[in-house]
């Protein structure tokens, strides 16, 4: 089992930052791909950001966050971060992250579909106000 919890969400203007934080307990954090996904109210849960097992690993976004997000993760501090810039009102979402087992080749593929995770956080929410 891991265990996955999150933090730094909140209320922001638009234009502002905030850094996720998603802290992992449980089985070797640095065997995990881990990502970043959110769900608005009324609406499917997208992807938004991934990492492969280790730190210097190939990084997946969105093309709706690209060159406003960066994920980044600390595996001696077990912990991944998304860096979130330029915040618009459409980012307002709940952002949870989630490992991708080991078992699953980590491709552009399998990183970004939610379905081929095996652990999630309960989220936290990001509100961005215009």
């Known amino acids: 089992q891991v265990q996955l919890v999150e933090s730094g969400g909140g209320l922001v203007q638009a234009g502002g930052s905030l850094r996720l934080s998603c802290l992992a307990s449980?089985?070797?954090?640095?065997?995990?791909?881990m990502g970043w996904f959110r769900q608005a109210p009324g609406k499917e849960r997208e992807f938004v950001a991934a990492?492969?097992?280790?730190?210097?690993?190939?990084?997946y976004y969105a093309d709706s966050v690209k060159g406003r997000f960066t994920i980044s993760r600390d595996n001696a501090k077990n912990t991944v971060y998304l860096q979130m810039n330029s915040l618009k009102p459409e980012d307002t979402a709940v952002y949870a992250c989630?490992?991708?087992?080991?078992?699953?080749?980590?491709?552009?593929?399998?990183?970004?579909?939610?379905?081929?995770?095996?652990?999630w956080g309960q989220g936290t929410q990001v509100t961005v106000s215009s």
């Open positions: 989630a490992a991708l087992p080991p078992s699953i080749r980590v491709t552009v593929t399998s990183i970004t579909r939610a379905e081929m995770y095996d652990y």
């Open positions: 990492i492969g097992w280790w730190s210097g690993s190939n990084t």
């Open positions: 449980g089985r070797t954090f640095s065997n995990y791909g």
